[in-house]
């Protein structure tokens, strides 16, 4: 098995992304110029309400659509460049998508050990000497004894790692699951994200999680918001960060708003290593460390 000393996770470049869905009654922003980076080997949370943008953001990441505008680019390629044939050839190697939903990936009446199998023949004629056997993939995943049983006849837990052993099966750089705890009671959801641990500790995978529960992106290490199209801030290691944009705007959270109201004027002041904002009639200011980061 791989583990932490060879690390085989792809990173992840998002630069200026815009996308915006067509439609008779006007047209809908979903993206609104997203900066995103991704460190090989990194466990990523894209968490936000229903309509932020996250389940857009993971589409392109995975070359299901491509950006209105702006740079996607998943390790040294930018997929909005390449064409629909060398999309298929990445997703079917370098990228496992596991879709929300765990039975939309798999088939129901085979087994899970031939859910895995065919799912590594798309990948066997490009690098066949990469792929693991099955059952070493299922025992990563904590499903040893159950790689006969059929897909139809598992608890949704397991259903859920099944699934994200067949996004698994190529040995990819960069997994991506869209929802992976949702509507799992706390047992099942503790052993989702354990196994997606064990990918990432023993594989090196570059993980890419999309979730409402703040509580799943906590788990992941680093959970980056996504507010109105845009990444409105990010927690790392139990503390909240605003996000400056590639366009130098930020989005300030919930709390801060209700202190600095949308149309409040700020002076900007950067002097002795500190960056102040006072406002127009200098009622607050809030000193910021440049190095707070």
């Given at each position: 098995m791989?583990?932490?000393s060879?690390l085989?996770g792809?990173?992840?470049?998002?630069?200026?992304?815009?996308h915006?869905?067509?439609a008779?009654g006007g047209?809908?922003?979903a993206?609104?110029?997203?900066?995103?980076?991704i460190?090989?080997?990194?466990?990523?949370a894209l968490?936000?309400p229903?309509g932020?943008?996250?389940?857009?953001l993971?589409?392109?990441?995975?070359?299901?659509?491509?950006?209105?505008?702006?740079?996607?680019?998943?390790g040294?390629?930018d997929?909005g460049?390449?064409s629909?044939?060398?999309?298929?050839?990445l997703?079917?190697?370098?990228?496992?998508v596991v879709?929300?939903g765990?039975?939309?990936?798999?088939?129901p009446?085979?087994?899970?050990?031939?859910?895995?199998?065919?799912?590594?023949?798309?990948?066997?004629?490009?690098r066949?000497?990469?792929?693991?056997?099955?059952?070493?993939?299922?025992s990563?995943?904590?499903?040893t004894?159950?790689g006969h049983?059929k897909v139809q006849?598992?608890?949704?837990?397991?259903?859920?790692r099944?699934?994200?052993?067949?996004g698994?099966?190529?040995?990819?750089?960069?997994?991506?699951?869209?929802e992976?705890?949702?509507?799992l009671?706390?047992?099942?959801?503790?052993e989702?994200?354990?196994?997606?641990?064990?990918?990432?500790t023993?594989?090196?995978t570059?993980i890419?999680?999309v979730?409402?529960?703040?509580d799943?992106?906590?788990r992941?290490g680093?959970?980056?918001?996504?507010?109105d199209?845009?990444?409105?801030?990010?927690?790392r290691d139990g503390r909240?960060?605003?996000?400056?944009?590639?366009?130098?705007t930020v989005?300030?959270?919930?709390?801060?708003?209700?202190?600095?109201?949308?149309g409040?004027l700020l002076?900007?002041e950067?002097?002795?290593?500190?960056?102040?904002?006072v406002?127009?009639?200098?009622?607050v200011s809030?000193?910021?460390?440049?190095d707070?980061a």
């Amino acid at each position: 098995m791989k583990n932490n000393s060879s690390l085989t996770g792809l990173a992840v470049v998002c630069r200026r992304v815009v996308h915006i869905y067509r439609a008779e009654g006007g047209d809908v922003v979903a993206l609104a110029g997203v900066d995103l980076d991704i460190a090989p080997g990194e466990r990523v949370a894209l968490v936000g309400p229903s309509g932020s943008g996250k389940s857009t953001l993971i589409a392109l990441l995975a070359g299901l659509m491509r950006p209105s505008a702006g740079r996607v680019q998943i390790g040294l390629v930018d997929i909005g460049r390449i064409s629909e044939a060398e999309l298929a050839r990445l997703r079917g190697t370098d990228l496992g998508v596991v879709l929300q939903g765990a039975r939309r990936n798999l088939l129901p009446y085979a087994t899970v050990l031939s859910n895995v199998w065919l799912a590594q023949r798309r990948a066997a004629h490009v690098r066949p000497a990469d792929l693991e056997p099955p059952e070493r993939i299922l025992s990563l995943l904590g499903l040893t004894g159950l790689g006969h049983r059929k897909v139809q006849d598992l608890p949704p837990g397991a259903a859920q790692r099944a699934a994200i052993a067949v996004g698994m099966a190529a040995s990819p750089g960069l997994l991506l699951v869209d929802e992976p705890t949702s509507q799992l009671d706390r047992t099942a959801r503790d052993e989702v994200l354990a196994a997606l641990e064990a990918v990432n500790t023993e594989r090196g995978t570059t993980i890419v999680a999309v979730t409402h529960d703040p509580d799943v992106g906590a788990r992941l290490g680093r959970a980056v918001t996504i507010r109105d199209g845009r990444v409105g801030s990010e927690g790392r290691d139990g503390r909240e960060f605003a996000v400056i944009a590639g366009d130098g705007t930020v989005q300030l959270p919930p709390d801060v708003l209700d202190v600095l109201p949308p149309g409040t004027l700020l002076s900007v002041e950067h002097a002795n290593g500190k960056v102040t904002l006072v406002t127009d009639d200098h009622s607050v200011s809030v000193p910021v460390a440049s190095d707070a980061a």
